[in-house]
T-cell receptor
Framework: AQTVTQSQPEMSVQEAETVTLSCTYDTSESDYYLFWYKQPPSRQMILVIRQEAYKQQNATENRFSVNFQKAAKSFSLKISDSQLGDAAMYFCAYRREGAAGNKLTFGGGTRVLVKP | KAGVTQTPRYLIKTRGQQVTLSCSPISGHRSVSWYQQTPGQGLQFLFEYFSETQRNKGNFPGRFSGRQFSNSRSEMNVSTLELGDSALYLC????????????FGSGTRLTVV
């Protein structure tokens, strides 16, 4: 079974600074997708960034970028120029899609605090 | 276009009762998945429906069930509620085969007393 681990329960960052969130996963598959989701106090899960395992190039979305290390099964998220609105829970998630259906497997989450 | 809509947003039920939660996916999204979120267990997959068929099921007791209608709207039902069923229930919709991330609703907060 696939597992996703986020080893940092909480991270604190100064406004305008950079923070990196760690995520490792375990799978025997070679083709899959990885995601970072943000969950603010409003509860809605918001997709931040996605990575396809077959693509070597790291995904980037504005201030958000990932460091995808397939061999190490590592998928970290870097938030640059942190803003107050970035404060939220961040979840790393794995998805393997197949004929038997698909599902997301989530890590335990990392709470990001942004200090003004 | 409209996002994923979950109703109701909040619900308080008594132990032993049953509850039905509703989810309307984004137009064109035929896959609907349900997740339970609790402080202790985190986010756990309940089940996924596609074209009115359950394709995948998580490790939950039979008290948890669901269905999907021809318009892709989905409902999940929990019978004989227990205190431990108190959680945020999230619904997500997607287009299978695209690799796109799921779009989530705002969830239903269920409290069992």
């Amino acid at each position: 079974a696939q597992t996703v681990t986020q080893s940092q329960p909480e991270m604190s960052v100064q406004e305008a600074e950079t923070v990196t969130l760690s995520c490792t996963y375990d799978t025997s598959e070679s083709d899959y997708y990885l995601f970072w989701y943000k969950q603010p106090p409003s509860r809605q899960m918001i997709l931040v960034i996605r990575q396809e395992a077959y693509k070597q190039q790291n995904a980037t979305e504005n201030r958000f970028s990932v460091n995808f290390q397939k061999a190490a099964k590592s998928f970290s998220l870097k938030i640059s120029d942190s803003q107050l609105g970035d404060a939220a829970m961040y979840f790393c998630a794995y998805r393997r899609e197949g004929a038997a259906g698909n599902k997301l497997t989530f890590g335990g989450g990392t709470r990001v605090l942004v200090k003004p | 276009k409209a996002g994923v809509t979950q109703t109701p947003r909040y619900l308080i039920k008594t132990r032993g009762q049953q509850v039905t939660l509703s989810c309307s996916p984004i137009s064109g999204h035929r896959s609907v998945s349900w997740y339970q979120q609790t402080p202790g267990q985190g986010l756990q997959f309940l089940f996924e429906y596609f074209s009115e068929t359950q394709r995948n099921k998580g490790n939950f007791p039979g008290r948890f069930s669901g269905r999907q209608f021809s318009n892709s709207r989905s409902e999940m039902n929990v019978s004989t509620l227990e205190l431990g069923d108190s959680a945020l229930y999230l619904c997500a919709s997607s287009i299978p085969g695209t690799g796109d991330g799921y779009t989530f609703g705002s969830g239903t907060r269920l409290t069992v007393v």
